[in-house]
C-alpha cells in the first residue's frame, strides 16, 4: 500500500486499486472491500462508483482535501464518496447536505459511522437554509446533477468563504441537446465570471459519461 503523491498523503494505492484508511475499521458502508497491512485498514475506493475517486484515477493533479479540512459536500446522497471524504479529513469535518428524504435516511445511517460527518437535509440552491450547521468551509465538493452547477456551488463558496471549489458537472443535467464540451466551457466561463481561478478541468471518461470535474479556488491562492 503506497500513498497517491498529490493527495497530501491521504490516498493509497495498490496495484492499481485507491484506498482510504478507514477511520471506522471492520464497518462497510456499500459493499466495498477492506483490506488490513500492518494493522491498519483500508476502503477500497470504486472510481466507478465515486467521482471522486474516478478524477483521481483518471490523473487528476489537483487535491485541496488535507487531514484537517473542513469540507461542505453538496449532493451526498446515502453517503458514499462523503464516507470517504471524512477518511481523508479525519481531524476536519463533512458537512453533507442533501435533499431527498429517502437518500437522506440512508446518509443519517452513514454518518453514524464516522464522528466528522454531519447528515443536514437541505436544498444546495438555498445555502442560508443551512447556515447555522455549517458556519464556515474549507472546501465546497459538488455532485447535485442538476441545472445551474456552476452558480450553485459559487454560491455556496461566497456563502461559506471556502478557499476551493470542485465540481462534478453532468453535462446531460443542465441541456440534454447541448454539446458536453460546450456545457463544460460555459460552466467554466461562469466560475470564471463569478472571480475565481480555473486550477483544473479534466473529463471524467471512462468512468463516467459526459461528466467533468472541475477544481477551481479564489484568484488570491
Ligand atoms: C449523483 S448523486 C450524488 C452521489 C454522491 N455524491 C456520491 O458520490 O456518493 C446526486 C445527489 O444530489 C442530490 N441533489 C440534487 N439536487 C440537490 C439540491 N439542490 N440540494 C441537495 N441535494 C441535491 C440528489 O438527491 C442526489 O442524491
Redesign the pocket.
Known amino acids: 500500500m503506497e500513498a497517491v503523491d498529490r493527495t497530501n498523503g491521504r490516498v493509497f494505492s495498490d496495484r492499481g486499486r485507491l484506498y482510504t484508511e478507514s477511520l471506522c475499521p471492520g464497518k462497510r458502508i456499500y459493499g466495498e472491500r477492506l483490506v488490513s497491512v500492518s494493522g491498519t485498514e483500508y476502503r477500497e475506493w470504486d472510481p466507478r462508483r ?2 471522486l475517486s474516478a478524477y483521481l484515477s483518471a490523473g487528476g493533479r489537483s487535491f485541496p482535501f488535507g487531514t484537517g479540512s473542513r469540507v461542505l459536500y ?9 464516507s470517504h471524504v471524512a477518511d481523508i479529513c479525519p481531524e476536519g469535518k463533512v458537512f453533507c ?4 428524504q429517502r ?1 437522506f435516511r440512508e446518509l443519517v445511517s452513514t454518518c453514524g459511522t464516522r464522528p466528522n460527518m454531519m447528515p443536514i437535509l ?4 438555498k445555502p442560508d437554509g443551512y447556515s447555522m450547521f455549517v458556519g464556515s468551509a474549507d472546501i465546497v465538493y459538488q ?4 441545472k445551474r452547477q456552476a452558480d ?1 456551488i459559487c454560491d455556496n463558496m461566497d456563502a461559506f468563504g471556502a478557499q476551493y471549489g470542485m465540481v462534478a458537472v453532468k453535462a446531460r443535467s443542465e441541456d440534454v441537446t447541448a454539446s458536453p464540451e460546450s456545457i463544460f466551457a460555459a460552466a467554466e466561463g461562469r466560475i470564471k465570471e463569478r472571480g475565481f481561478r480555473i486550477i483544473d478541468e479534466l473529463s471524467l471518461e471512462p468512468y463516467e459519461k459526459s461528466h467533468e470535474m472541475i477544481v477551481f479556488g479564489r484568484k488570491s491562492l
Open positions: 465515486s467521482k453538496l449532493g451526498a446522497s446515502s453517503g458514499t464518496t462523503a447536505v442533501e435533499f431527498a437518500m437541505g436544498d444546495a440552491t455532485d447535485v446533477a442538476q450553485i
